[in-house]
């Protein structure tokens, strides 16, 4: 026996699954009560068997897939009525003729398919009110089909070769549609359609009409509204359609004709008018009589200036005027009198101009003039802007900037003393005329208290007449009280109890919530309580109210002590004068249960209390991949290591710990963009108290791995496109008496929209969240998920019924093993269902009212009270981090340096980490890996208030810190190797003692670097590389070196550099390798000392030689202008015309980030210690270096960032001018950037 809810499914959408290769779902069999099903797009091969089972079913769509024949079951389905088998592979042998014996089948599509005649056998369905047969081979028709077919009232033949139609066709007087186009009927006269007088539509496209072989009168078509008569031979508008006064739409384009009749004034009802592609050279006056006309197409015409009416402007109801490819040197001034206008098309005119008034049309959304070349623009009015510095609803002006961030704007100062003086001023002004006025006052006064006395003595009169009135009637003293004057108007509706009938509400939160459904009423859950509310009307037609709160048995105390509340609430809303009835379940009294005709019905459940309670979530792991370009649209994949793939993106969702793994060939876009999406679940679903953490490929945590159950071998890429599946289906769910339905909501389609959405949106068939009603259930099945959408208003059954109907939808489906269904209550949405539609997870939110230029965009109009959106552009306005002193750094280097207690070092050979000789600390080089386990000495605290003759003395205690250095040409591999190899041996050797710290080439570690006392060498290769070529004594190129420091002592690196004699400074030292090819002596090395470099640059230069050098190199120190000609200027490939003098922009660089990674755009400064990786590919970034502010764009930054990033950039700008600091603004792409600009860069690179 079927269980669930299945056997209650009375129509279910099927389309867009994939049943080839007998995937469709078995458990079809339990819907017994189906009465229709729709199985189009997905790809079935033939009928399915579980059809027949389906006893109940009426309607079948299987539409748009790869049937081949119709045998099957159909026959045996006796209630069918409806059958759609369009766009297959039928065949004349493929149509069975049992289905044709079917008593109540009305409606037959067999178009799009391979049919060569009219099936012998439809002729005796008498009972078929739509036939379609369009698009098929067919030469003729049999006369005996319309002879019996006498009900038809759709009947499309279309696209076939019928050369004739049979007179019998005159038979089909209930016939409201014909649809004839695309065949050759050119000796047909179509004599039979004076007949066809319940004739709506008539489509005649491409059936060789002319004047001659078109019917001369069509009086008795008193109905027809739609005319379609396009590619034809028609040389003028036939006399008999001037006739039809009820035409709506006619469509006359691709013909001969050349003029059209004064009598056209006679369409009243004509709503469009198609005349394009024909030889018309003007349009009559009496065209501007037709008002009802929406939209006028005369494209491909011969039309001038004169062409047109002047008096067009009359047509007040037009929306589309299209014009295009004609002679127009103007349009008529009065067109612009159509304030309704939407379109305009008029391209490919001889335009000059067009009239001023064109930029008045308020709802005018499109204005193509393209292929006027001589035509020049009217100006337009120059509109009031007051929101000129706003950019995406955010005001960038430097006043408010600094407001934002607790300064005073420049001469606010001075406004602000100036309005206190005009404040001061204002109050002396009143003071005067308040003493000038002193005495009238003083009457006024007077005069109030003696109408208080009055008053007081004319209520207590009153009261003393009331109770004497009181006391003589005998009444009870709480009919004497006045009602107190409540409102009851956000709990009630006003029209409450104000029509006979029955109410009903169900407590919800401590509030009642209206059943609008009466289906309900009588169904009550035992875990709740209600409010029943019966009106009636008397004799004289007076209102009557009885009001009812029924308490469930397991209802919580809260849902009874509201449902007794707001039922006196109602009853003093009503101005009931009876008491409010208790009913309790299991003893309700005879006169309720008469109320639902002594039929009320127990259902197990309930709403939870409207106390808060405390539950532990508990979150699914799960892993998600990434699609898309602009909009990132995250997708379940199995979690399993095979889906990890270098190029991509992921994000592994562990409830309280989300990671974001990024491959080593991922784009930075979407690593900042996945990034987003964690921060919206962490700050959305887990209140902010879940740990993000960025896992880069070879970088992963030991935890990363443990959840996939180890490490691999390898990462190869993987093909995850396989579960992202094709469009979500998305149901509407309705319940009825007895029965549910599962219809798909057409988002593609712009009916299926209450709110008709722009044309950017329509056409990439995205879901809105506007199609979700606060009344409706829906689900949402997207392959590898299914999500139940649950609206704040829908009724509670419904709730119940949609979930148990999706978990068995989506165990019928076949779908991976890893889908789930999940329940999303409105307001409460996941991140991951968000992403499923267009603009509902937007990060920052875009003011689209603003447009560029053109045609303004529609007003939106926007509450007062909505506030900007958040920026943070506070890093521009506080001043330069200033360079550490050079007797603070030496302090610091000692003290750091008296705190180590030993060093290791360890180079990456291979797959594996060996010892790095002592000798070799502090030489580095870009394709390696090295670690450096430092132990620090960590003094013992001392307690002041221990006794301190106490004998003890405290125990010293240490410190590990691992520094972990990867070169800027290294792989990613190392990092992986230390995490399972050198980590996991450090921490059993330091349990709980044990710091990592990673760090990247130049954005080392101060405290690392101190180390080392200012002999930090980095060198271009691998030292397995330098030490090969050394023991082949290979010969070398020159190598040259450049010796300098951003931030002071501490930062000062030995970094190797291009070899370009451009690249000299006069305030630093280099050093020049030049190695010969003799087995005397290996080369010379050269010491330059720039003119203004410091004293302590020479010392250490001399020190660095010392150290880097043996006995086989000839080491020369030289100054500035003292270089040799022979080997120095040309180990540096030639004497160079110029270099730079000074570096005076080391004195004011700066580097800020433009971001919106946090969830908002926002503004970081790098520390003045910055190198080139600093520059994010996927952001902007300011670097100032003293003379300009240049603006770096990366290439997978954002045209968002783009914008805001020039907006902060004309901020910073505008506050240095403030303070009298000039700076010019140059913007810089990657790859292209200039000397002033990479010259702020140690050792800047060509980007890869």
């Not at 007179?167 to 004076?194: E, M, T």
């Not at 009870?476 to 029509?499: C, H, R, T």
């Not at 050079?886 to 050979?909: H, I, P, R, T, Y």
């Not at 009298?1220 to 810089?1228: H, T």
Request: aromatic fraction near 10%; proline fraction near 5%; include cysteine.
């Amino acid at each position: 026996m079927a269980a669930g809810v299945l056997p209650f499914v009375r129509g279910v959408d099927l389309t867009k699954y994939d049943f080839k290769g007998g995937l469709f779902p078995d458990k079809t069999r339990n819907m017994t009560g189906l009465r229709w099903l729709k199985l189009d797009k997905t790809r079935l091969c033939y009928l399915p068997e579980e059809l027949g089972t389906l006893k109940k079913l009426e309607e079948v769509s299987v539409c748009k897939n790869e049937l081949t024949s119709l045998h099957g079951d159909l026959a045996s389905l006796p209630g069918l009525k409806s059958i759609k088998a369009s766009h297959n592979k039928l065949k004349d042998a493929s149509i069975p003729s049992d289905i044709f014996a079917l008593d109540d089948l009305s409606t037959l599509d067999l178009s799009h398919n391979q049919l060569t005649t009219v099936p012998a056998e439809l002729e005796a369905c008498r009972t078929i009110l739509v036939l379609n047969i369009s698009h098929n081979e067919i030469e003729t028709i049999p006369p005996q089909l319309f002879i019996n077919l006498t009900d038809l009232l759709h009947l499309d033949v279309s696209n076939n070769k019928l050369e004739t139609l049979p007179p019998q066709l005159r038979r089909l007087l209930h016939l409201k549609v014909l649809v004839l186009n695309d065949n050759p009927l050119l000796h047909a006269q179509l004599r039979q359609l004076p007949s066809l007088s319940s004739l709506t539509t008539l489509y005649l496209r491409n059936t060789q009409r002319n004047i001659s072989n078109f019917p001369s009168n069509l009086d008795m078509l008193k109905n027809l509204t739609d005319v379609d008569l396009s590619y034809n031979e028609l040389s003028r508008v036939p006399d008999s359609l001037y006739t039809l006064s009820s035409l709506q739409r006619l469509n006359l384009s691709n013909n001969e004709i050349l003029e059209l009749s004064l009598i056209i004034d006679t369409w009243t009802k004509m709503q469009t008018l198609n005349l394009s592609n024909n030889k018309l050279t003007s349009l009559p006056t009496s065209l501007c009589k037709l008002q009802c006309l929406r939209r006028l197409f005369i494209n491909d015409n011969n039309l001038d200036f004169e062409g047109i009416p002047a008096s067009i402007g009359k047509l007040y109801p037009l929306e589309c005027f299209c014009a295009a490819n004609n002679n127009l040197e103007l349009i008529p001034e009065s067109l612009c009198r159509c304030t309704r206008l939407k379109k305009l098309v008029l391209t490919n005119n001889r335009l000059i101009t067009l009239p001023e008034a064109v930029h008045l049309l308020s709802d005018l959304k499109l204005l193509d003039v393209r292929g006027n070349p001589q035509l020049i623009m009217p100006p337009k009015p120059a509109p009031i802007d007051e929101n000129q510095n706003k950019l995406y609803n955010i005001d960038f002006s430097l006043q408010n900037q600094l407001r934002l961030i607790g300064v005073v704007p420049p001469g606010a100062a001075q406004q602000q003393a100036h309005a206190h003086k005009d404040a001061l001023a204002r109050k002396l002004r009143l003071r005067r005329r308040r003493e000038q006025a002193a005495d009238s006052q003083a009457q006024q006064v007077l005069k109030g208290m003696s109408d208080v006395a009055q008053e007081k003595k004319r209520l207590g009169d009153n009261l003393e007449e009331l109770n004497a009135e009181i006391s003589k009637a005998g009444k009870k003293w709480d009919e004497a009280l006045n009602k107190p004057d409540l409102n009851y108007s956000e709990i009630f509706p006003e029209e409450v109890g104000q029509f006979p009938g029955l109410s009903v509400w169900q407590i919800e939160n401590f509030y009642p919530v209206f059943i609008e459904d009466s289906t309900y009423y009588g169904k009550f859950y035992v875990g709740d309580c209600y409010i029943i509310l019966n009106t009636t009307m008397d004799a004289s037609g007076n209102m009557e109210w009885e009001i009812f709160y029924w308490i469930g048995q397991e209802s919580s105390l809260d849902k009874k002590a509201c449902s007794a509340i707001h039922a006196v609430n109602l009853r003093n809303m009503l101005g009931a004068t009876g008491r409010t009835h208790r009913e309790e379940m299991g003893d309700e009294a005879d006169e309720f249960l008469e109320l639902f005709g002594n039929d009320i019905a127990y259902i197990a459940g309930g709403n939870t209390s409207g106390f808060y309670s405390v539950d532990e979530t508990v979150y699914p792991s799960r892993l998600y991949g990434l699609y898309g370009k602009r909009t990132i649209t995250p997708y379940p994949i199995p979690l399993e290591t095979s889906s990890l793939d270098p190029k991509e993106v992921l994000i592994l969702d562990l409830g309280m710990t989300v990671h974001v793994w990024v491959g080593a060939l991922a784009k930075g876009v979407k690593r900042s963009k996945a990034r987003l999406i964690a921060e919206k679940i962490n700050k959305d679903e887990r209140k902010n108290q879940a740990e993000i953490v960025m896992s880069y490929q070879g970088y992963e945590e030991t935890d990363f791995w443990e959840i996939f159950g180890g490490m691999p071998d390898e990462i190869e890429p993987a093909d995850l496109k396989q579960y992202k599946g094709g469009k979500p289906c998305l149901y509407k769910v309705n319940l009825g008496m007895g029965y549910l339905e599962l219809p798909q909501v057409r988002y593609e389609l712009i009916t299926e929209h209450t709110v008709k959405p722009s044309a950017e949106i329509l056409p990439s068939k995205r879901l809105l969240n506007t199609l979700l009603d606060s009344k409706q259930v829906y689900i949402l099945d997207s392959h590898t998920d299914v999500f139940v959408w649950i609206g704040r208003k829908s009724p509670r059954l419904v709730r119940a019924a949609a979930l148990k109907l999706a978990y068995e939808i989506s165990a019928m489906i076949h779908r991976p093993s890893f889908a789930i269904v999940s329940k999303q209550l409105e307001g409460t949405e996941s991140v991951i269902f968000k992403a499923r539609f267009k603009n509902w997870n937007d990060v920052l939110k875009v003011d689209y009212t603003k447009t560029p230029g053109g045609l303004e965009g529609p007003q939106v109009k926007q509450d007062a009270k909505d506030k900007e959106n958040k920026i943070d552009l506070s890093a521009i306005f506080l001043p330069r981090q200033p360079p550490m002193p050079d007797n603070e750094a030496s302090q610091l280097m000692e003290e750091w340096n008296e705190d180590l207690d030993v060093m290791n070092g360890f180079v990456l050979e291979g797959k594996k980490f060996v010892s790095l000789p002592q000798e070799e600390f502090g030489k580095f080089y870009t394709k390696d890996c090295y670690v450096f386990l430092c132990r620090y000495w960590v003094p013992p605290e001392i307690d002041p208030e221990e006794d301190q003759e106490e004998e003890e003395e405290p125990v010293d205690d240490i410190q590990c810190v691992v520094y972990f250095w990867q070169g800027r040409d290294a792989a990613n591999m190392g990092w992986l190797t230390f995490t399972f190899t050198l980590q996991k041996k450090f921490e059993t050797l330091f349990p709980g003692k044990l710091e990592v710290v990673k760090m990247k080439q130049q954005q080392e570690n101060l405290k690392f670097l101190s180390h080392f006392h200012q002999k930090f060498i980095i060198s271009n290769g691998s030292r397995k590389e330098a030490m090969l070529d050394k023991e082949r004594k290979a010969l070398d190129q020159p190598r040259f070196y450049h010796i300098r420091s951003n931030g002071g002592l501490l930062t000062t690196r030995c970094v190797e550099i291009e070899t370009n004699p451009k690249l000299l400074n006069s305030e630093f030292c280099y050093i020049l390798k030049v190695p010969f090819n003799s087995t005397d002596s290996a080369g010379i090395v050269y010491g330059w000392i720039g003119r203004v470099s410091s004293s302590n640059q020479a010392r250490l230069l001399e020190d660095i030689l010392a150290d880097m050098f043996g006995d086989e190199y000839s080491v020369q120190m030289i100054n500035e202008g003292e270089e040799p000609e022979n080997f120095f200027w040309v180990g540096l490939g030639g004497k160079p015309d110029s270099y730079d003098e000074e570096a005076s922009y080391l004195h004011y660089a700066r580097l800020f980030r433009c971001s919106n990674e946090k969830g908002y755009f926002s503004v970081s400064e790098k520390c003045a210690d910055f190198c080139q990786d600093d520059l994010a590919d996927d952001d902007i970034m300011l670097l100032d270096n003293g003379e300009s502010m240049f603006m770096w764009v990366g290439g997978q930054t954002s045209q968002v960032e783009v914008k805001l990033g020039l907006k902060t950039a004309s901020v910073y700008i505008q506050h240095l001018k403030s303070k009298g600091i000039k700076r010019r603004l140059r913007l810089v792409k990657k790859g292209n950037e200039p000397w002033e600009f990479t010259r702020c860069f140690h050792a800047w690179v060509p980007f890869k």
